[in-house]
């Protein structure tokens, strides 16, 4: 368990700086290069493997844990739950701004300009989500 939650919080880190890249190659709306589309495929990729380990711990992590944190803080208690939701958000951003770069017609450049935005505001939510389970553990590990 303790292998999953570590490599659920390594690929949250990984998939914050990964939605930075293909933010920055589409905010022109120039269109895909095969390396730009492959940019933007390995991000969505690396952004639902995050998620789908912490799918993976939730029912244990949520049994074990969560009582736990509220008892330590109610605060904290309930950043986990605010933490599981904006989680959520950043996979819809992620697979929004994934179809619009690459449904896009070459000609179009505004769905790209809009999935460089979608995925630069995925970016910085997956930050946030990434700050909170970093004071989840220190709370968890150090209260």
Same mark, same amino acid.
């Given at each position: 368990m !303790? @292998?999953?939650?570590?490599m659920?919080?390594?690929?949250?880190v990984?998939?914050?700086?990964?939605?930075?890249h293909?933010?920055?190659? @589409?905010?022109?709306g120039?269109?895909?290069?095969?390396? +730009?589309?492959?940019?933007?495929?390995?991000?969505?990729?690396?952004?639902?493997?995050?998620?789908?380990?912490?799918?993976?711990?939730?029912?244990?992590? !949520?049994?074990?844990? !969560?009582? #736990?944190?509220?008892?330590?803080?109610?605060?904290?208690?309930?950043?986990?739950?605010?933490?599981?939701h904006?989680?959520?958000?950043?996979?819809? @951003? +992620?697979?929004?701004? +994934?179809?619009?770069?690459l449904?896009?017609?070459?000609?179009?450049r505004?769905? !790209?300009?809009?999935?460089? @935005?979608?995925?630069?505001?995925?970016?910085?939510?997956?930050l946030?989500?990434?700050?909170?389970?970093?004071?989840?553990?220190?709370?968890? #590990?150090?209260?």
């Open positions: !303790r @292998l999953l939650e570590s659920h919080g390594h690929m949250g990984l998939a914050a700086v990964a939605l930075l293909p933010a920055i190659l @589409l905010r022109k120039k269109a895909l290069s095969q390396r +730009t589309a492959l940019s933007v495929w390995l991000t969505a990729m690396v952004v639902v493997s995050a998620f789908t380990t912490g799918l993976v711990i939730y029912p244990a992590y !949520r049994q074990s844990v !969560r009582a #736990d944190l509220f008892a330590k803080s109610v605060t904290a208690g309930f950043l986990f739950e605010t933490k599981e904006i989680a959520y958000a950043v996979v819809a @951003l +992620t697979l929004g701004a +994934t179809v619009a770069a449904a896009a017609p070459k000609e179009a505004r769905p !790209r300009r809009l999935a460089a @935005l979608l995925f630069a505001l995925a970016a910085a939510v997956c946030l989500t990434v700050g909170l389970g970093s004071y989840l553990v220190a709370v968890q #590990d150090f209260s």
